[in-house]
């Protein structure tokens, strides 16, 4: 009754929960009454609100703030309504019971005033969040090109592929790359008298350091690919860059990714990640059991994830189902 109060409602157990459990009604048809009177009692927004702390590291936006002298735009408002965006989206999919496909993309998004005018959409008719559809050239759709994971894998100054590779790795794919090397030399500023050259082009440089090619040949595909993307999250096609001659060098987000499939750009990207979709069902599945159960997931877990996302596939991958599915697990039900 605890495991289940706190994972979907991050509270203890009310006492219709209680009564259930003192009564040994919490297994059988008894517990899936439990689940299902849970998934539709207003508490469960708590677990909207929570979860994509840890699973997006949604905590980390504003850790640096960007420079108001780059980036003028960015206010108090703008990266609360660009949190606010990621949550409200997470509650519209769950609310709907869509398919975890439209984290990785969409046709729509969720949007107040202030990130239309930001993302460049039409004004909505009234305040508040509401869902905004989205035409292929706003670059948006998905929560991949959202402002908020945009910034948060940036610092206050510029964008930064290699930690955006980094967060796409762990968060879709499941995978924490291992930590560089001890005293690998940063990326230095631009020349003042050298030509303007792209962090891409410096990446790629230092990348040749035998030390660092096989990390960064996974990592770096991940994060190039939303280099179209500033600090902040603006679309751009060319990269501001303070110092060296020249005029701003375009921007390139192609990539080849580790087992040879290529993409020209974020929107193409998106599409390796679905055809990738067993996969991110995993991670994701692991994400959701470790949020449920406040540990890690383990070796000896393996045989009841498996079990949680082969049933997930046969509920077409929707949200609320895979919620539901967790809850009534054996890998909850364990001590």
Known sequence: ASRLSYFLWSSMPDQALLDAARNGKLTGDGLTAQVDRMLADPKIDRL????PRQWLQLHRLGMFPPDGKLYPDYDVWLEASMHDEVVQYLREVFANNLGIDAFIRSDWTMANPRLCEFYGLPAPQTSGFQRVSLRPEDHRGGLLTTGAILGLTSDGTRHRPVHRG?????????KTPPPPPANVDPIEPNPPDSPKATIRKKIEAHAQNANCAACHRNIDPLGLAFDQF???GQWRTRERVEKGTGNDPPVDPSGTMP???KFTDADQFKTILLDDRDRFLQAFAEHLCTYGLRRVVAVYDRADI???VDEAKQ????LKDIVRIVALSDLVKKR
Request: hydrophobic content about 45%; glycine content about 8%; aromatic content about 16%.
């Open 48 to 51: 909207i609100d929570d979860f």
């Open 166 to 174: 980094v967060w796409v790795s762990e968060a879709i794919f499941g």
């Open 230 to 232: 500033d600090a902040i």
């Open 259 to 261: 087992d040879g499939r």
């Open 306 to 308: 498996r079990a949680i």
């Open 315 to 318: 509920k077409n991958y929707r």
